[in-house]
Every structure is written in structure tokens, then in C-alpha cells.
């Protein structure tokens, strides 16, 4: 019943945004279908030109390799009016694909983009979600790592105890066992009996890229000519001297899921790091780099559990994929959106 209010305020507030541009908007029974129906239809004026959209009301946006998956129901919501997904928030990556396979939408922060013949109304108030009032995520000591761990589980690891996961994740049991208690409290893992816990896995994830700020620590920047995969090769093949050394987007998402050819490179590493294996100079700043060094505050980023991919006859130590999914939508672009979705996926999946 939780969610169900939750996206119903999601609705509302779409709603008022309407309003609140100058349209009329009326909300009308959604009607009873034997298949998967609208949640909501909504009788929409401007100006004279009238249309009836078919709202379906998602706890998120789908990432643009999840589009062709929901051409169904699309197409079931057309029978009805012109489809609308109302989600909390659509950024502006997403809203281009949305608009792209041809769906109207709307979010919570008074973002929208609904078409209809003779009909285009458009607002984007926020370019990032805002950050949110009610509990958050809980941080501090080993927090990240446990909620890493948990998202990262294979799919037959129907639930974990307590002890297996701190093990995991390389912290305490009782910090473990405090952690599950608040992910509990926040509905994202679910009480499996005799000790054991069974993540939401997709909604943890979701909720922690929504609410993660960044790895922190320190960044330095410097220019390649040559390939970003060249350069990931020969830092894995230099000694680090017991430290850890970790590749991130646009090398690592595509040593897994190939995409495109990377034009960035973020490596993490918790020690000195000689920047001659580079074969970069250094740039004046961020805008000016092409592969960027992290010193990170959050350790989390390096898995407890080394993570390589196999290049050349180079292992590549790579770094936690929730991680690598956060890089990819922190550098932006559409593409890195898509393929953020192939790398949400795949983790799941895996």
C-alpha cells in the first residue's frame, strides 16, 4: 500500500506542474481492462486543442535499453489516449529516449514533455533530481560496501545471513547486521527467517544512484593520445605495491558490455600511482582531461571481491559495477546512459 500512495503523489504533483503552466487538466476514471490498462486518463486543454493521455505510473524511469521491452504496453495504453509515463524523475538523457520511442511524460519535479496532435508542451525545471527530505540510505563505516555487496549478489542468492555478508563486504558483523536493520526500516530488504535477509536488489540499486554523491577524495587530470584501453592495459601490468588500483568508465563498462569506443578513462587507486605508465600529459582541469586519477575517500569503490576482465593477455582490475554505472551517468551523454542500462542490466543478470 506504500508504494501504491507514493505513486499517487508522483500523479498529483505531475498534475499541479500542468496546472500550474496554464493547462487545464482533468483526471478521469481509468477504465477496467481484462490486459494491462492506464492507471490514469487524463483530459488535457490548451488553447483551445483538447487531448486524452493515458498515464502509466512508474516508481522510475526505464533506462533507454529497457524502452523496446515496454513497446507492449505502450501500445496498450494508446487505446486509451496517448501514452504518459509519470515517474519521480526523468533526466534529461532519459527524457530524450523517452520522447524518441514515442512516449509522453511527466515527473514529481515539474519536468514534462506530453505530445499529442496539434499539442506540445514542454518544461524542464531541474536538470538533476533533487535531493530527498525523507530517510536516506544509511552511511558511514562499511554502510557502502554492505549495500555494494548486497546489490552485487548473484540472482540464486535467494537471501545472506548476517555474518556471510560482512564477510563479503569486508566489515563487521554487527555493523552488517545494523545496516540490514535500516535497509529494512526503508523497505529495500526483506526478512527471510532464521537470520537471513533477501535484497530488493533493482530497487537498492536505484535508490542508492539516486542518493550517492560521489567517491570524494581527491582527482587528478591528464590528456592521452592514446587509446583509453591501451592505457588501462599497461596500469595493470605495473606493480602497485600492494595498493589498489581500480578501472572505471569508459574502459571498464566496456570490457563488459562493449559499447563504443571509450573517450574517458577513471582509474581509482588508494596509493601513489606512477603517472609516467600513463603516457599523458597533464591537463588544466576537468573539462581538459580525457583520463581522470581518483584518490577516493569511499573505498567502497574497490570490491572486496577483485573484479578483472582479460585484455591482451592483461588482467584489468575493475571497479564495483555500481560504481562504474554511477561514472557512466556522472560523465553524461546518452550513450553513456545506454550504456549505463546494458551495465544495470548485466549486474542484475549476472
Not at 521491452?69 to 523517452?98: C, N, Y
Not at 533533487?130 to 535467494?158: K, M, N
Not at 585484455?311 to 560523465?331: E, R, T, Y
Request: hydrophobic content about 40%; aromatic content about 6%.
Amino acid at each position: 500500500m506504500r508504494t501504491v500512495l507514493i505513486l499517487d503523489h508522483v500523479l498529483i504533483d505531475v498534475v499541479r506542474s500542468l496546472r500550474e503552466a496554464g493547462v487545464s487538466v482533468r483526471q478521469l476514471k481509468a477504465p477496467r481492462t481484462g490486459g494491462p490498462g492506464a492507471d490514469a486518463i487524463l483530459a488535457i486543454e490548451v488553447n483551445g486543442v483538447r487531448a486524452r493521455f493515458a498515464a502509466d505510473v512508474k516508481s522510475r524511469a526505464p533506462y533507454p535499453g529497457e524502452l523496446r521491452g515496454i513497446d507492449r504496453k505502450r501500445a496498450a495504453l494508446a487505446s486509451h489516449g496517448v501514452p504518459l509515463l509519470v515517474v519521480p524523475f526523468v533526466s534529461e538523457p532519459a527524457g530524450a529516449a523517452l520522447t524518441g520511442a514515442g512516449w509522453s511524460w511527466g515527473d514529481e519535479h515539474g519536468n514534462f514533455d506530453l505530445r499529442a496532435a496539434g499539442l506540445v508542451l514542454r518544461q524542464r525545471r531541474t536538470g538533476s533530481a533533487p535531493a530527498r527530505g525523507h530517510r536516506t540510505l544509511p552511511r558511514g563505516s562499511g554502510s557502502y560496501a554492505v549495500i555494494r555487496t548486497l546489490i552485487g549478489l548473484h540472482p540464486d542468492d535467494v537471501s545472506v545471513g548476517a555474518t556471510s555478508l560482512a564477510s563479503r563486504a569486508g566489515v563487521s558483523q554487527p555493523r552488517a547486521s545494523q545496516v540490514l536493520r535500516q535497509l529494512h526500516g526503508l523497505d529495500l530488504v526483506d526478512s527471510a527467517g532464521r537470520g537471513r535477509w533477501q535484497p530488493r536488489r533493482e530497487d537498492l540499486l536505484d535508490r542508492f544512484l539516486a542518493e550517492y554523491e560521489g567517491p570524494g577524495g581527491s582527482e587528478q587530470y591528464f590528456y592521452s593520445l592514446d587509446p583509453h584501453v591501451e592505457v588501462a592495459v599497461r596500469l595493470a601490468r605495473t606493480p602497485t605495491g600492494g595498493h589498489d588500483l581500480a578501472v572505471s568508465a569508459d574502459v571498464g563498462p566496456d570490457l563488459i558490455r562493449p559499447w563504443r569506443r571509450p573517450s574517458t578513462l577513471i582509474v581509482y587507486t588508494n596509493g601513489s600511482l606512477d603517472t609516467d605508465v600513463l603516457g599523458s600529459v597533464e591537463a588544466t582541469g576537468k573539462t581538459d582531461a580525457n583520463v581522470i586519477v581518483r584518490m577516493p575517500a569511499d573505498q567502497s569503490v574497490f570490491p572486496p571481491q577483485r573484479i578483472a576482465a582479460e585484455f591482451k593477455g592483461a588482467s584489468i582490475p575493475l571497479a564495483d559495477p555500481v560504481q562504474m554505472i554511477w561514472d557512466l551517468q556522472d560523465l553524461g551523454g546518452a550513450d553513456r546512459a545506454e550504456a549505463a542500462g546494458k551495465l544495470r542490466q548485466w549486474l542484475l543478470d549476472r
